[in-house]
Every structure is written in C-alpha cells, then in structure tokens.
C-alpha cells in the first residue's frame, strides 16, 4: 500500500508540473503520448487503490490552474476533457458501453446488435475556448482552463476574424455558450515562424504552441496579427434547446454564422466510426491544419442526457487517438554529414523509438544555429516530431530530464570525410554600394570535389531524373564510380567504358549495356535541365528555366555579370553572384568544357528572351548599380538628365546638382569616382549591348504567352501523363505552377484521388478542369499532348 501510495503521489506532481508547463504556460516538456502513459497509469492506479482517490487528482479534474494575469472565469457548465481511444479494440469497448448504457440490444460475433448514431469530426490541435453569446452577441470568451475554471479571453477572440461578434439570422437562444477549438494552419503556422525569425522573435515547436500562445497575449493587438482560426465542436450552457442532435446542433450554429468541420459527418454504427477513423487518418497529413485524432460523439441529445458523465469525462463522446507524431527518446551522438555544396550538417543518433508507426533513430538538426537554439547536448532526453513523410526532427530538450554527464554538441575543425578545414561561411549582403558582412549558419568543407562525400552528391544530383536523368546511376552505383577511382567529374561519366563498369557489383553485361546506352542517351539536355544539373549553389528547377528562358544560350548564361542577371524575376543580387562566381571559377569552367568535348549537344538555345530583352532602361540600369542614397526616383532623373551612363559618369557638379539634391550629388560623383565603379558600370552596359538588351538596342514585339500571370495548380494522379510533364506544359504558356490552392489561383487540374486541394478549390469558386478536359485545353492551346 505504501508503494502504491507513493507512485500515486509522484505521479500527481509530475501531472500538475506538466499541467502547469501546457495549460499555463503554453511550454510543454513532454509530448502528449508521454501525458498520456503517465495519466493512465495513475488511474490505474487509483482503480486498484480507491480509497487513495482525492478530490485533487489530475484524474478528477482537467487541465490546470488560470493564469493570474486574466481574469478567472466560472464555467456554468464545466468544460470536460474527453476519454481515449487508441486501439480499434477501445473504440469496440466504448461502443458496448454506449449500448449497453442505454440499453439496447449489444449483440455478438455473429452481429445481431443495434446501431449507434454518431457524430465523427477531426480532433484538432489547438487551444479549448468558450464564446458566449448573449441575445446574440458575442459578450465573453473564455479558456477551459481547469474545466471549472478558466480565464477570460474577451479582448483577444473578438481579433480571431471568423468568430462572429454577432451572429447571423434569428432565433438564437437568450444566452448560449459556444464550445470550440482555436487553431493555427500548417501555412500559417510557417508563415508566423518565419516572421519571428526575421524579427529576432521566438519561434514555436508546432501550431498548437503558437495558437495558444497567441491567443493568451496580454497585449491583444499580438493576438491580432497572428493568423488564428477557430471551428466549434459544441454548446455548454444554453437557455434553450436547439435541436435533437448534436450534427443538428453544429449545424444550426453553423446557419448562425459559426465555423464548423468541414470533416463533419454522421456515421451509423461502430464500424463506420471505424471506416471514417482509417479515410481521415490517411489524409491527415494532405490536411491544411494539424489534428491528433477523431472525436466520435453519440449523435442523440437525449441519449447523451441518458449516459450522462463521469468523475472528468462524458460517457457518450471519446477521442480516438492517432499515432503519436512525437515521442520521447535520448540524444545518444551527434554525427556530421557533408553534402553536395559541401555543408557539413549534424544529424541526431537516438536511441530508437516508434514515432507515428515508424522506428526512428535518425534525425534532423539542420545546422548549428538549430542546435544552440534547442539547447541541445548529448546525453539529452528530446522530444523528436515525424509529420508524413517529412524527416524527423527534433523540436525540444527536457531540461528536468538532463543527466549529469550530458556533453556539448562541437562542430569538427576537419572534415570527418576527406580532412580539410571546416569553416564559417558568411553572408555577404549587398545594397546601395555597400556590403555588410556576417557568420552565416551553415559549415562547409573547403576541399570540395577533392572531397569523395562532396563529389558523390555532386553526381548523385547531376544524374537524378529532374536533372540529367541518367536511369541506371542510383546512390551506390555513384558511390562504387567515385570509390573505384572511374568518377572524379560529371564529365568522366561520359568516358566510362563497359570493361569499367562490368565488374563492378550490382552489373553484369546487360545492365552494363543498359546503363552506357542511358548516358549516351542523355547527352542532348535541354538548357533549363542542363543549368540545374550543374548544381549552381540557390539554382533550383525553377530558377535554372527562368536563366534558359530569359539569356536562351549556355554562353550567355556563363558570361552574364551580377548586374545583368538581377534583370531576371526573382533574381536578387546574392543568387547573382552566386551564379556568376560559380561560372567564373576555373574548375567549374574546365568541368562544363570536358562535358562539351565528350559530345553533349545542350538543346533549346537561341535568342534572348524578348520580354527579357525588352526590360532595360537607363534608369533601371543605373538603379541596379546601387549607388548609396539614390533610389528608383533619382536614377530615373538622372537619365533624364544626361541621357546615357558616360554622361552621368562625366557629369561635372553644376549639372549633377540640376538634377539631384546635394546629398545624392555627392553620392554619385563618389560611386564613380571609384575606378572600379566605372568599370563594372561600363562592363555592364557593354554586356547589356552584347546581348542586345542594351536600352537602345533593337526591340523585338513582345507576345504575350497565353497563361502568363496565371497561376495554376495540379493535384490528384494524371492518368495520361506525369505532373511533371504538365507542370512543363503550362509553363511553356506562361502559367505559375504552385503547390498550394489560394484565392489568387487561376485554375485547378483534378486527377483521380484529388483531396484537399480540390476541396478548397470548389468552396473558393475556382475554375476546375478533369484530366479530359486539361488535354482539351492544351490542344486548343496549340501544345501537343
């Protein structure tokens, strides 16, 4: 009895600190499956035990105390946590209570037993809220804090834009009290992170944290820049009845103006809970916001009166749990990684555990900027997060959890691969003719293709399908090239011989043949494919079109200075001299002409791109140079001032102060003061007339392609062709391909299986085209299909 006693005792302060840690601070140290095994055990517990049962046990109440720094708010109907489901077998379980408590016939293996209504909607994870509404204004919002008592949120609901300050129609009750979930997107969530990045702020683990956080700001203007939402799950108290079902409640509230679940439906029996369980936990991870199960709930107002509540739990609802997408596990190393570019990356060695129904051992720390802001030291019990497909990361350090002989994560002076200096990079930011210079976040190893980890990766992106999609050449395959002393360039795959390869292992005389026939094959790449294959540092797939489309020849993309490529859209000035320093380098240089010599013929070269030829001005080029303090506006009076670069080269003080300010005068009689000033300036414009972009060179017309300033989207699998081949289709009239459904979308193309994106689209209004009808299109866009 002791024992027990005292197990019970430890797990009631652990639960209250971690009810403290997630409801009142919004800081959780352990993830939910943790709360959970630690919940269940006490109960078990205190089931064995019932005479140790007080009134003060987390298992007779919910959540935690309210933060003093709101005002306490009574609920009149408490705010109850619901029961869990993780197995198939508990929801089984849970269906026979249900039926036996309102005694209807439970049948048995062979069937025979009634059918139970229920209402089945998405668990989001988000913070527990409650709006009510007097004469149908919004008069109060609450937390659920403890479930008896919360704190009061007024100010900063009212800033969340879909609840209603009043809601919609007639006919509400005097006095009703709303019960939902107040939630971040996955977009937004990004999208918030990304600002508290550039802002120096803090950043949060996932959406949940940040939903909460926002939503408790003492300061409600915060609360109203952040992009929450919230959907109702229910009502609490309620001057009269609105309907006999809960569907028909949330459906009335929805008439009122309310947001509900677009997930809602009504499922007849046990096993279509079961069936809407599997179809929403495989599209779970295609859903815009994150939930962390199914709430199924009896649809029937008198039966739930019926059943009725336990001691911290109603008996007609329960939350089936999916698998958990964090975990607890040890940090057991940190290892370093070299890739392609050379960055040399720490990745986590756990102690392997189940996350999501997955075993994870590895994970992701991306940098060492990532490590020192998670705190992070070997020997650490972390919190480690597996969202779909996405890498595992790990997103928090117990602290309370650190044992004493934890030791620091140390970047290696060498690299763990070939040995030579690992060191900082730096961001060079350059604007208005000056360049500030600061530690980057990422470690590189200087021996680049000396180094084998660097040279690998160089050729396993080189050959991959999206660039010179050479089949046959998969990660061991390269690794075997470059081992055996075959591979040290891209372009030695181009002089491998069969007697080279045939011995290796993985080939033999037919796959030998295969794979010499596949680089042979490869060797007339379109330019956008060849750019991407070079694997320019910040030149995705995207970019590399944007270079072919606009300079239309490998020797002008070579050639072409900084000041001339910002010209490209969304080319700013970093990725220009990125481009431009990779083909200046000598290495690079050689490595693109040994490609040539062994006969590769780069297809798809020819003019300039007309709009892009079209794009100068003299007071646009003379704005790219980037003088201090002088912006657009004086660039442009400027040229209408001298009329051509040698003129404002030469421009004596009287005239230069006709057309500028004092300040801006002396600012651009210094800039070209600078005999390296002038010669990049000059450089540039003889290029621009090289190219003939220059602003007195020749224009062509400018047609317009078809799509252009359209964006589109694909989703669903196409049938007669890949995405990828009509993600180039559009292209090549114009349109933006992008991955996510906005307002701003033109049109959606829906393949079988299309599921969230379809949905968005038809409730945004948007144009809609099936497979059938896209062919159609395109044919009538003149685009062979």
């Not at 609360?223 to 229910?234: D, I, K, S, V, W």
């Not at 795959?493 to 794979?515: P, Q, R």
Request: charged share 25%; glycine share 10%; hydrophobic share 40%.
């Amino acid at each position: 009895m002791t024992a027990a006693k005292n197990r019970i005792l430890e797990l009631r302060a652990e639960l209250d600190q971690h009810n403290y840690r997630y409801h009142v601070l919004d800081e959780p140290s352990i993830p939910d499956i943790e709360y959970d095994r630690l919940f269940h055990e006490l109960k078990a517990l205190e089931a064995a035990n019932p005479e140790l049962v007080t009134s003060d046990s987390p298992t007779q109440r919910v959540g935690s105390a309210a933060l003093s720094a709101f005002t306490q708010v009574r609920h009149e109907v408490p705010m109850l946590s619901l029961g869990n489901a993780f197995e198939e077998t508990d929801m089984r379980e849970f269906d026979r209570r249900v039926t036996e408590g309102l005694d209807l016939p439970v049948g048995d293996l062979f069937g025979g037993g009634a059918a139970v209504e229920y209402s089945c909607e998405p668990k989001l994870d988000g913070l527990a809220v409650s709006l009510l509404y007097q004469d149908g204004v919004l008069v109060r919002g609450a937390t659920r804090g403890d479930g008896t008592t919360g704190e009061d949120i007024s100010v900063n609901v009212r800033t969340v834009r879909n609840i209603p300050l009043k809601l919609h129609g007639t006919g509400w009750p005097a006095t009703l009290e709303v019960r939902g979930e107040v939630f971040m997107s996955k977009a937004g969530f990004e999208r918030l992170n990304a600002t508290q990045l550039e802002v120096g702020g803090k950043t949060f683990a996932n959406p949940r944290n940040a939903a909460a956080g926002s939503l408790r700001q003492l300061d409600s203007k915060i609360t109203a820049n952040r992009p929450l939402e919230f959907c109702c799950y229910g009502i609490g108290q309620v001057s009269a009845d609105i309907a006999e079902t809960h569907i028909g409640n949330l459906q009335q509230l929805k008439a009122w103006g309310l947001p509900i679940s677009h997930e809602l439906k009504l499922a007849n029996g046990i096993a279509e809970c079961l069936a809407y369980y599997r179809d929403i936990g495989e599209r779970r991870n295609a859903l815009p916001y994150e939930i962390d199960g199914v709430v199924f709930k009896v649809n029937s107002i008198a039966a739930q009166r019926e059943l009725g509540f336990r001691a911290r739990e109603p008996r007609w609802a329960i939350a089936h749990k999916f698998p958990a997408m964090e975990e607890l596990t040890e940090l057991l190393d940190v290892e370093f990684q070299v890739g392609r570019t050379g960055a040399v990356t720490p990745v986590a060695r756990l102690k392997p555990v189940k996350v999501a129904g997955v075993t994870v051992a590895n994970a992701t720390l991306h940098n060492m900027d990532e490590v020192a802001r998670l705190g992070l030291m070997i020997g650490d019990t972390v919190i480690i997060r597996r969202a779909g497909d996405v890498i595992p990361q790990v997103v928090q350090v117990v602290l309370e959890r650190r044992p004493d002989n934890a030791r620091p994560v140390k970047i290696p002076e060498q690299c763990p691969v070939c040995g030579s200096h690992v060191e900082r990079t730096q961001l060079v930011k350059r604007s208005k003719g000056r360049e500030t210079i600061s530690e980057g976040a990422v470690y590189r190893c200087v021996g680049r293709l000396a180094c084998g980890a660097q040279l690998k990766q160089a050729i396993i992106h080189f050959v991959s399908r999206r660039a010179m999609d050479i089949e046959g050449l998969g990660d061991k395959s390269v690794e075997q090239l470059v081992d055996e002393g075959l591979v040290s360039s891209p372009a030695d795959l181009y002089a491998l011989k069969f007697e080279d390869i045939v011995d290796l292992e993985g080939f033999a005389e037919v796959s030998s043949n295969k794979l010499l026939s596949a680089i042979e094959g490869s060797k007339k790449p379109g330019l956008a494919r060849f750019i991407y294959a070079l694997g320019i540092p910040d030149v995705g797939e995207e970019t590399a079109k944007v270079l072919a489309r606009s300079l239309g020849s490998l020797e002008r993309v070579q050639r072409a200075l900084p000041q001339v490529l910002t010209y490209l859209p969304d080319v700013g000035l970093e990725v220009a001299h990125e481009i431009h320093s990779f083909f200046e380098d000598a290495h690079n240089q050689q490595v693109i002409a040994d490609l040539l010599k062994h006969g590769l013929q780069i297809q798809d070269q020819g003019d300039l791109g007309a709009e892009f030829a079209a794009s100068t001005t003299l007071g646009g080029f003379l704005d790219k140079l980037h003088i201090p303090s002088v912006g657009p506006g004086g660039a442009q009076k400027l040229a209408e001032k001298f009329g051509s670069l040698q003129g404002v080269m030469s421009a004596d003080w009287l005239d230069m102060r006709q057309a500028l300010p004092e300040k801006q005068a002396n600012s651009v009689r210094e800039f070209f003061a600078s005999e390296e000033n002038r010669q990049l300036a000059e450089a540039a414009e003889k290029q621009l007339a090289d190219f003939g972009m220059h602003w007195q060179s020749e224009k062509k017309v400018v047609e317009g392609l078809p799509l252009a300033g359209q964006t589109w989207v694909l989703t669903g699998s196409l049938e007669l062709m890949s995405r990828d081949v009509a993600k180039d289709k559009l292209e090549s009239l114009g349109a933006k391909v992008a991955g996510s459904v906005s307002a701003k979308t033109h049109c959606v193309v829906a393949g079988p299986g299309a599921g969230s994106k379809l949905t968005k689209a038809n409730e945004l209004g948007l144009k809609v085209l099936d497979e059938e009808a896209f062919v159609g299109f395109l044919k009538d866009h003149g685009v062979p299909v």
